[in-house]
């Protein structure tokens, strides 16, 4: 089992940018798939972001395609999502997910670990 632990949530103003961190202890990132999905009050989790064990592999949601940005740094145990030219849609809980398969995972089924979660809101 790994814990997951996100940081650099907070608030920007639309435009601006954020990077996410996810590190994990238990376990070495390395022996997972990472992704990140996000969730706003009275929806359902929906996929942000995934990257593959190996990195080498990334898929994103349709509405942060060219404005969002997955890593890893396995040496770190850490997975990062570059958030760039933010828009206020993009205010949610953002969560890091954990999955025991090598390829990129895109839906939450996948994912057997999940991190407890940072708050991201965008002011216009």
């Known amino acids: 089992q790994v814990q997951l632990v996100e940081s650099g949530g907070g608030l920007v103003q639309a435009g601006g940018s954020l990077r996410l961190s996810c590190t994990a202890s238990g376990r070495t990132t390395s022996w997972y798939s990472m992704g990140w999905f996000r969730q706003t009050l009275g929806n359902n989790r929906e996929f942000v972001a995934g990257i593959s064990r190996s990195g080498d592999s990334t898929s994103y949601a349709d509405s942060v395609k060219g404005r969002f940005t997955i890593s890893r740094d396995n040496a770190k145990n850490t997975v990062y999502l570059q958030m760039n030219n933010l828009k206020t849609e993009d205010t949610a809980v953002y969560y890091c997910?954990?999955?025991?398969?090598?390829?990129?995972?895109?839906?939450?089924?996948?994912?057997?670990?999940w991190g407890q979660g940072t708050q991201v809101t965008v002011s216009s």
């Open positions: 997910a954990a999955g025991q398969l090598p390829w990129v995972l895109t839906t939450d089924a996948g994912f057997g670990s």
